[in-house]
C-alpha cells in the first residue's frame, strides 16, 4: 500500500441568521468598513427607487424577466417603457436596458445609454468598464482603452485605501480582475504587446506586492514594473521570463458571469531584452478551455492505474499550447533560468513534466522557476541578496508520529492521519546534511516547532499537507455544483468592483460565498495545514492564515508535503501555504501541486540537498534532483511536483 502525504479536509459552513441577506459579518462597499451594528438584521441588496409608482413597477416587472428568468427582450421593452415614462434619469432602468441590450448582441445601441452615466466619478467604475466591452465588441479599441484606464485608477484608488488588510484587497482584486482582462484584450487588439505586457503584470497579485514593500521600505503603495525594469529584471537575473495571462471571451454584463479561459497571451522576455507575443486559442488544440485540459493532464498524471499514454498525450498538449508557441525564446543553456510567471489554470501546470513532440520533458532542457508576477520576483530576489542571515542553520521537521486528528467529511467524523516513515528517513538525512538535530515523531509539536521558526535559515517540513479547501467551492472559487443558486436568482443584485462580504453572510438561504461566487465579492479563505503533533491543548495544524502573522529569517522553506503549492486560486495569486510563507518574509519557497508519493519524495528531497550544497541556487538544484530521482522513479508523478515560488 502507498503511503501519501496528504488528506483531504472538507469545511462546513454555518449559517447563523435567516433573511433573504443574513448578515453575520462584515460588508464593505467603495472600499469603507461599514460595522455590523450598522446593519439591518436583513435586506435585499437592490438599489434605491425614487417614488414613481408606474415607472416603479415597470422596473420591477422587468427585473424579474432580466434577473431571476433571463428573459432579456422582454425586460429591455419593459426598461425601455420606464424610461419613456419619465424613467429617462434612473440608472436603475438605463443600466439594466443597456445590459440586456448588450446580452442580445446589440452594443451599438447600448453604447449612448451607458454614456449618460460613465465618467471618471467614484462609484461610476462599472458604467465604465461595461460602456469599454461594447466599445471593444463594436471595435471602439481607443474609446475603450479610455474608459478601462479610467475604471480601473479609480477601482486602485479604492484599492490603495489604508483602511484595508490584504485578505480584502485580494478580494478587491478578485472582483475587478476582469476589467484587467478586458483592458489586455483591448490593447493587443490595437497591436499595443508592450503596453499590454505592463498591465498584465499590473493586473496580478498587487496585494503580495503591497504587503511586500509594505515590509520592505514602509511604503504605502507600489509602483508595477515599467516595460523597461522588466527587461532590466530578465537581464540581471539571466533569465528568460515568460508571463502568461489567462483572458477567454465571456464579457462581464451582469457581473455575475464566469469568465472562461479559452484564450492565453503569452510574452517572452528575454535576457537581451527582446520580447516575443504569441495569442493562443484553445481551439488550436481542440479544447473549450485550459483548466480542463490542466485537471485532465494532472488526473491522467496522478491517476493510480493511469491509462497507458494518456498522461503523455495529455503532457504534450499543454506543451503545445504553453510552451511550443516561444520555444524559440527558449534558454539554450540549460543552467540560464526560466521563469513562469503563473495565472489561474497556470498555476496548477507541472511545467518540468511538459513534453515535447519527442517526447522530452521540459526539465531535461531548462532549469524553471515559477512566480505570482515579475514584480514579486523581484521583491523576493532583493530581499534574498539583502536579507540578514538568521542565526540557526535550519529546522527540520519529519513524521510527528502523533500526528493531528482532522475532519474527514462533512458528517463531522474525525480521523488521525497516517505516519510517514519515507518522511522521517528524508528529515534525519536532510538535518545532517544541515548540521542540525531534526524533530521527529512526538517532538516535532506545533509549540516547538512555531518557537523555533523565526530565527532559522531554512525551514523543511517533511510531513502531511491538507488542503481544506471550502465544501461548496473548488480552488478556483467556482461553486462545485454547477447548478448552485445564484444570488441575482432570488432577487439580490450586487454588482461586482468594491464590495467586500465576510464570512457567516447568507442570501436567499444559501451561504453568500457560494451565492455570490461569479462576483467574486466574499473574502477568500486561505486554505492549507500543515500536520505537527498536538500539544498543550492545541490540535497539531499550522495552518496558512498563522504562518502570513509571523515574521520569519529564513531564505527558504522547503514543504516536503501534498498540496503544498495549492488553495485558493484568485487574482492575486494562489492564496495557500506558499503565498503565507511569502508573506511571512522567505524569498523563496519550494512546495507541491498534488498528493506526493513518500518514498519518491524522499529520494528527490536528499538529492535536492546535495544539490543544494554544491550550488546554492534552489531552482538548479530542484532541477537537478528532478533529474537523479527520475533515474529510480520515471512516472512524472513521483518527481515534477515540486515548483520553487519566490526568487529562484
Not at 529546522?395 to 493531528?404: A, E
Not at 492549507?528 to 503533533?533: E, F, M, S, T, Y
Request: hydrophobic share 45%; with cysteine; glycine share 8%.
Amino acid at each position: 500500500m502507498v503511503a501519501w502525504r496528504w488528506h483531504w479536509l472538507a469545511m462546513v459552513t454555518i449559517s447563523l441568521l435567516g433573511g433573504s441577506v443574513s448578515l453575520g459579518g462584515p460588508v464593505t462597499a467603495a472600499g469603507r468598513l461599514i460595522p455590523n451594528d450598522q446593519l439591518p438584521q436583513s435586506r435585499p441588496l437592490l438599489p434605491h427607487r425614487a417614488q414613481s409608482p408606474e415607472v416603479d413597477r415597470l422596473i420591477q416587472q422587468a427585473d424579474e424577466l432580466f434577473y431571476r428568468q433571463d428573459r432579456y427582450a422582454e425586460a429591455a421593452r419593459l426598461y425601455q417603457q420606464a424610461i419613456d415614462q419619465g424613467g429617462v434619469n434612473r440608472p436603475e432602468a438605463v443600466g439594466p436596458l443597456a445590459q440586456c441590450l448588450m446580452l442580445l448582441g446589440r452594443d451599438a445601441e447600448a453604447i449612448p445609454l451607458l454614456r449618460r452615466f460613465a465618467n471618471g466619478n467614484p462609484g461610476n467604475e462599472t458604467w465604465l468598464s461595461r460602456l469599454a466591452i461594447a466599445e471593444y465588441r463594436t471595435r471602439d479599441y481607443a474609446a475603450a482603452e479610455k474608459h478601462l484606464l479610467m475604471a480601473i485608477q479609480s477601482w486602485e484608488t479604492k484599492r490603495a485605501s489604508g483602511d484595508l488588510n490584504d485578505i480584502q484587497r485580494v478580494t478587491l482584486l478578485e472582483q475587478q480582475s476582469y476589467a484587467y482582462r478586458q483592458l489586455l484584450r483591448t490593447l493587443i487588439a490595437q497591436g499595443k504587446i508592450e503596453a499590454a505586457l505592463e498591465w498584465a503584470e499590473r493586473g496580478r497579485a498587487r496585494a503580495l506586492v503591497e504587503v511586500l514593500m509594505q515590509q520592505a521600505a514602509r511604503q504605502p503603495t507600489a509602483e508595477s514594473l515599467s516595460i523597461g525594469q522588466i527587461r532590466q529584471l530578465a537581464k540581471q537575473l539571466n533569465a528568460t521570463l515568460v508571463t502568461y495571462a489567462v483572458l477567454g471571451k465571456t464579457p462581464k454584463i451582469i457581473g455575475d458571469e464566469f469568465e472562461d479561459d479559452s484564450i492565453v497571451a503569452i510574452w517572452a522576455v528575454q535576457p537581451n531584452g527582446s520580447i516575443a507575443f504569441k495569442e493562443v486559442d484553445l481551439a488550436q488544440v481542440s479544447a473549450k478551455s485550459l483548466t480542463e485540459l490542466v485537471l485532465a493532464a494532472r488526473g491522467a498524471m496522478t491517476a493510480v492505474l493511469p491509462t497507458a499514454g494518456s498522461a503523455t498525450t495529455e503532457l504534450k498538449r499543454l506543451y503545445q499550447l504553453l510552451i511550443a508557441p516561444i520555444a524559440p525564446q527558449l534558454p539554450r543553456d540549460p543552467s540560464q533560468r526560466l521563469v513562469f510567471v503563473v495565472q489561474g489554470a497556470t498555476n496548477l501546470v507541472p511545467f518540468a513534466a511538459l513534453q515535447n513532440p519527442n517526447g522530452d520533458y521540459l526539465v531535461q532542457t531548462q532549469t524553471i522557476a515559477t512566480t505570482p508576477s515579475l514584480q514579486v520576483l523581484a521583491i523576493a530576489e532583493q530581499r534574498r541578496k539583502t536579507q540578514t542571515p538568521a542565526a540557526q542553520p535550519g529546522l527540520v521537521v519529519g513524521n510527528p508520529v502523533l500526528m493531528p486528528e482532522v475532519p474527514a467529511g462533512p458528517d463531522g467524523q474525525r480521523e488521525r492521519l497516517a505516519p510517514l516513515p519515507g518522511a522521517e528517513t528524508e528529515a534525519q538525512a536532510v538535518a545532517q546534511m544541515l548540521g542540525v538535530q531534526p524533530l521527529l515523531t512526538d517532538q516535532a509539536t506545533k509549540s516547538a516547532i512555531v518557537a523555533e521558526m523565526p530565527n532559522q535559515r531554512i525551514l523543511h517540513f517533511a510531513t502531511h499537507g491538507v488542503l481544506d479547501l471550502d465544501a461548496n467551492l473548488n480552488e478556483f472559487g467556482r461553486p462545485r455544483d454547477p447548478n448552485a443558486p445564484k444570488a441575482r436568482q432570488g432577487g439580490v443584485i450586487v454588482s461586482p468592483g468594491s464590495v467586500i462580504i465576510g464570512g457567516n453572510v447568507t442570501v436567499n438561504g444559501n451561504n453568500a460565498n457560494l451565492a455570490l461566487a461569479g462576483e467574486g465579492v466574499v473574502q477568500p479563505a486561505v486554505p492549507g495545514l500543515l500536520a505537527l503533533a498536538p500539544s498543550r491543548g492545541d490540535d497539531g495544524l499550522l495552518r496558512a492564515a498563522e504562518i502570513a502573522t509571523m515574521r520569519l529569517q529564513a531564505q527558504l522553506v522547503v514543504l516536503s508535503a501534498c498540496n503544498t503549492g495549492r488553495g485558493r486560486i484568485t487574482g492575486d495569486g494562489v492564496m495557500g501555504l506558499a503565498r503565507s510563507f511569502l508573506v511571512a518574509g522567505v524569498p523563496t519557497v519550494v512546495a507541491s501541486l498534488w498528493k506526493v508519493p513518500d518514498n519518491p519524495t524522499k529520494t528527490l528531497m536528499i538529492a535536492f540537498y546535495q544539490a543544494l550544497q554544491r550550488n546554492p541556487d534552489t531552482a538548479v538544484a530542484l532541477r537537478s534532483a528532478m533529474l537523479e530521482t527520475i533515474k529510480q522513479h520515471p512516472n512524472p508523478r513521483d518527481w515534477s511536483a515540486f515548483i520553487t515560488v519566490g526568487a529562484p
